[in-house]
């Protein structure tokens, strides 16, 4: 399934903040992306009806199997990208910047490539 950009942002950012708060608000994403609350409980809302995003007892954002598929796919991608973009001589803040850019559009093939150059 090909996801808009947004919706990866969402997850990949649930992931993050779940492996550093253990739970996770939609004001916590809020606040992580620079949205507003009203737009990310739409968002919220949206990945919930879709099957990627489920609310625990306690009202806690907790990804399904399926938006933890992607949520990791995109991580990954950025972690990938981000490091690559240093280790040619790209400034930290730049290939962070451009890695969420490039998550998203880059090519099975091309990422592949890239995450079988040394380190």
Known sequence: MK????????LEAILVLTKELGNVRSIDVANYLGYSKPSISVAMKRLRENGFVALDDHGNLVLTGSGLSIALKIYERHMVISQFLISIGVSEETAKKDACRMEHVISDESFDKIKMLPR
């Open 3 to 10: 996801m808009q950009e947004s919706p990866e942002d969402y």
